[in-house]
């Protein structure tokens, strides 16, 4: 994905550019576009935003493409792409010019192009050869080689199938996310704003307590005192914290209030947001792996693993990895049979040894498919009886062990996933889990529902664990990276 991500760098600098300077750097984005300059009128064929000579008539402030418009990385012009023909979008439909045009001229944003490639096809549009034509068509045109785009339409449609949906309206978030990843357009103001504003209704509760009670004791009280650090403690025990982690961030503020010479409660204000974001920083670690990179995924039983895992196969997948989803809960048939499911939707491997088998033979096993077939990553799920503590702690234990034996330095990464809707029990299970089976990383689920918000909070101050990606919905599109800064703001009901 070298030639998305030189695309990603170019459109993200062009953003911050006047308008004129972004046409001019997004046409010198573009790939092959001499080929295509040369080619003249046969670019509608395939017609790079700004590279089109028949269709830049209407936007003539823009200089033409030129020879010194170079491709700007060498991944880009040694892109296979050009031996791979599509099949020639017809000429005849004549919608191509007009959208061409409408997308050169519309502001920069994937939503924007997005819904001009679908106008035409009006609001009941469904599943089929014209949709599948446009998607390709605006793929191109956002500079996508050829082939990533035929791929890319391929699978959507597979997947759309399978999926069993028909109508655009059904999907088109999802492919709207796709299309996001595919083109790492993923922190785009869009997605970002979508993000917020699911995080911000699933911490409405949480809002009511916190946001509001800050507000009113904020008013209430002319200076930092004692009374007022109580009520500070008080309602951030409310806000589902506990006890611990609402006791150490009153302590955290008083020493950064005495730094900062705050001496009201307003001025407080904006040293709480500051250090809540602190405290959901995540370090910085060794990301890279010797492949098959393992993921080991923890956690009792409901709390969105198996969801989870498919949510983060289906990334993975986007991001061109192979990947193999095995199957060591073994104790329910209904588990095994449901990552088998995910399995083919994300386009997975799948390993299973059925139900009742020994989760480390089915580690074992998997371990052995992964490194023999070449897989990019391995995601492990595993069962979660709380009830049988310590059984549950030795059987992770033991696949640990043996994928450690297996592949130096594996597992990568041991995620614990949390129900954010359990507050402190999810506090609870994140003592169990860290002290007997080790977690190196935290994914909190279910923020759509009414989460109990504080909880993240205690999470990260008491254990020190980072929470790398948060659960929104049920649908394989509704992961997102944990954003520190956005949770805070949707958790003290700042904008
Ligand atoms: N609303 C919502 N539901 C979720 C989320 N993650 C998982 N679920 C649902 O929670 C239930 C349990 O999920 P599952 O993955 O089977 O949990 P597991 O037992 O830990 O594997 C299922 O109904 C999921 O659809 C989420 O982020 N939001
Ligand atoms: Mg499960």
Not at 132 to 156: C, M, S
Not at 242 to 264: D, H, N, P
Not at 484 to 489: E, H, L, N, P
Request: charged fraction near 25%; hydrophobic fraction near 40%.
């Amino acid at each position: 994905m070298g030639f998305f991500s030189s695309l990603k760098r170019l459109w993200r600098s062009d953003k911050s550019d006047e308008s004129a300077e972004h046409s001019a750097a997004s046409a010198s984005a573009l790939p092959a576009s001499e080929e295509n300059a040369s080619e003249g009128a046969t670019s509608i064929d395939t017609p790079p935003i700004g590279n089109s000579a028949p269709a830049t008539n209407t936007v003539s402030d823009q200089p033409e493409p030129s020879s010194e418009k170079k491709l700007p990385t060498a991944d880009i012009a040694d892109s296979p792409s050009e031996s791979h023909a599509l099949p020639t979008f017809s000429a005849s439909a004549g919608w191509q010019e007009p959208l061409l045009v409408s997308l050169r001229e519309a502001e920069p944003r994937l939503s924007v192009w997005l819904s001009l490639a679908l106008e035409g096809l009006g609001p009941d549009a469904r599943t089929g050869d014209a949709l599948w034509e446009r998607i390709r068509f605006l793929l191109i045109a956002l500079g996508a080689p050829k082939d990533e785009a035929e791929n890319f339409v391929r699978d959507f449609a597979a997947w759309a199938e399978r999926m069993e949906y028909e109508e655009v309206a059904d999907f088109r978030s999802e492919l709207q996310y796709r299309l996001a990843l595919a083109l790492e357009l993923e922190d785009e103001e869009d997605e970002r704003n979508r993000l917020f504003l699911k995080l911000n209704e699933g911490l409405a509760r949480t809002r009511e307590h916190l946001g509001k009670g800050l507000t009113a004791l904020f008013s209430s009280h002319g200076d930092l005192n004692e009374d007022f650090w109580e009520e500070l403690e008080e309602l951030f025990i409310m806000a589902d914290m506990g006890v611990e982690a609402a006791t150490g961030l009153c302590k955290r503020l008083r020493e950064r209030a005495r730094a900062a010479s705050a001496r009201t409660p307003e001025e407080l204000r904006p040293l709480l947001a500051t250090e809540l974001e602190a405290i959901f920083r995540i370090p910085r670690r060794v990301v890279a792996v010797n492949p098959p990179e393992v993921v080991l995924v923890i956690g009792v039983n409901g709390v969105g693993k198996t969801t989870t895992i498919a949510k983060l196969a289906y990334r993975a997948h986007m991001q061109g990895k192979k990947v193999l989803l095995a199957a060591a809960d073994t104790f329910r048939a209904a588990a095994v049979e449901q990552l088998g499911i995910w399995a083919k939707r994300t386009g997975s491997g799948f390993h299973s040894k059925g139900q009742n088998a020994d989760p480390a033979a089915v580690a074992w096993e998997s371990m052995d498919i992964a490194i023999k077939g070449h897989y990019d990553i391995i995601f492990i799920d595993t069962a979660g009886r709380l009830h049988t503590k310590s059984n549950l702690m030795d059987e992770l234990t033991k696949i640990r062990d043996v994928i450690a034996r297996k592949h130096p330095g594996a597992p990568h990464r041991s995620i614990l996933v949390v129900d954010a809707t359990t507050g402190q029990n999810a506090l609870q299970q994140t003592k169990i889990f860290k002290d007997a089976a080790g977690i190196d990383e935290i994914i909190l689920t279910k923020l759509d529902g009414t989460a109990k918000g504080g909880v993240a909070v205690a999470i990260a101050m008491q254990y020190g664990l980072p929470i790398t990606y948060v659960g929104l919905g049920e649908k394989m599109e509704d992961l997102r990276p944990f954003n520190g800064d956005d949770f805070a703001k949707a958790l003290l009901g700042q904008d």
